[in-house]
């Protein structure tokens, strides 16, 4: 799966998901087409320590989780609750 890469003004990369297309659409209103994803499966299949992932970019609530932040939290090798 090719993912979609986007470099901040700083160097960072980071690859957007969103929890809805409503809020894809606010952050970037020329997305017409798009692909749901199992967030486990973006875990297990990371392909690089540079990238982030940003859940809801633009979104007050946005969350960025750093490549060994993807692999752990969302492959459920977290610490235990």
Known sequence: MTLPVFQQEDGAQLVPVFTTPAR????LPQIERYHLVPLG????????EELSLTIDAGA????TLSATGVRSLLSGSGPAA
């Open 24 to 27: 894809m659409h606010q952050a």
């Open 41 to 48: 499966a973006l875990a297990q299949g990371w392909p690089s």
């Open 60 to 63: 007050p609530e946005a969350v």
